[in-house]
């Protein structure tokens, strides 16, 4: 469940903007859906922990983190923006530091499976949001770029599992080792 998406009747603020939204929308849905509820958060907000907390408490099964950042470009010979909407969604690389730091913060607040996204490209990029706290990660952006890269971040994980003497992947989860 996707509250992080502009709702243009509400002037394109996103469900999931404060965490009363977000668990007002999450508690609805929970009602009525039976299936595992996984709720994509924006790291377009304030508090992203506070946020978090609000859709395990209302029944989310698992989040997602995060969504695209908001971002412009313009076109400086027209001066006009180069997105129809002017401002848009920065995906891919750019963005992984602040998902991998928001994995992080709601890792610790929540007991619910957070799932890290934003950036990954690589084997070690999916090692950084597991080691911050996620227990799976999501490809996008880069699969576009490298078909085959899911693939070759997997064989990395394992190559890293080896090389460290660890039998699972939940062995990696979390455990960031901080000063």
Do not use: W
Not at 92 to 118: D, H, L, N, S
Not at 172 to 178: A, R, V
């Amino acid at each position: 469940m996707n509250i992080s998406c502009p709702n243009i009747k509400q002037g394109g603020i996103s469900f999931g903007s404060t965490a009363k939204d977000a668990f007002a929308v999450v508690s609805a849905v929970r009602k009525i859906a039976s299936l595992p509820l996984m709720v994509k958060l924006s790291p377009n907000v304030g508090d992203i922990g506070a946020i978090a907390e609000s859709v395990e408490e209302a029944g989310a099964d698992a989040i997602s983190l995060i969504n695209t950042l908001y971002g412009m470009a313009i076109d400086v010979e027209t001066r006009r923006p180069r997105l129809g909407n002017v401002i848009g969604g920065l995906s891919g690389p750019a963005i992984k530091p602040v998902a991998v730091r928001m994995v992080f913060e709601v890792a610790q607040r929540v007991k619910i499976p957070v799932v890290g996204v934003g950036g990954i490209a690589s084997a070690e990029d999916a090692l950084e949001f597991l080691i911050a706290g996620a227990r799976a990660v999501q490809v996008g952006t880069a699969n576009f770029i490298q078909p085959d890269v899911t693939a070759k971040i997997v064989s990395g994980i394992e190559e890293y599992l080896i090389r460290h003497k660890m039998n699972t992947v939940d062995q990696i989860t979390g455990s960031i080792e901080l000063p």
